[in-house]
């Protein structure tokens, strides 16, 4: 199984960029995807993730902001960044709980990361 993710980049304050993320692989059912993020010096933190039902969970600091959405059909989330700050400035991980076969467990992968840098 593997998590592709595209979209980062340069975007302005006040500007907007959409990540999107595929995954690839044997793969049965995905359960939840999402999007994490690490900024230099800090801790990953969660910024969204969307579960199969299509529950939304955001961290308060992109709440009214950012937009994740899910296209079940290609095993594709998506995050629309809208307003963007400085401080979202951090290298994206796309996070998604997946089942290979019906047998298997549940089990985290996680995409290598795309760089989101917010500057004027």
């Known amino acids: 199984v593997q998590l592709q993710a595209s979209g980062g980049g340069l975007g302005q304050p006040g500007g907007s960029l959409r990540l999107s993320c595929a995954a690839s692989?044997?793969?049965?059912?995905?359960?939840?995807m999402g999007w994490f993020r690490q900024a230099p010096g800090k801790e990953r933190e969660l910024v969204a993730v969307?579960?199969?039902?299509?529950?939304?969970n955001y961290a308060d600091s992109v709440k009214g902001r950012f937009t994740i959405s899910r296209d079940y059909a290609k095993n594709t989330v998506h995050l629309q960044m809208n307003s963007l700050k400085p401080e979202d400035t951090a290298v994206y991980y796309c996070?998604?709980?997946?089942?290979?076969?019906?047998?298997?467990?549940?089990?985290?992968?996680w995409g290598k990361g795309t760089l989101v840098t917010v500057s004027s």
């Open positions: 996070n998604a709980d997946i089942r290979r076969y019906y047998s298997d467990p549940f089990m985290d992968y």
């Open positions: 692989g044997s793969i049965f059912s995905i359960n939840v």
């Open positions: 969307i579960a199969s039902g299509g529950r939304t």
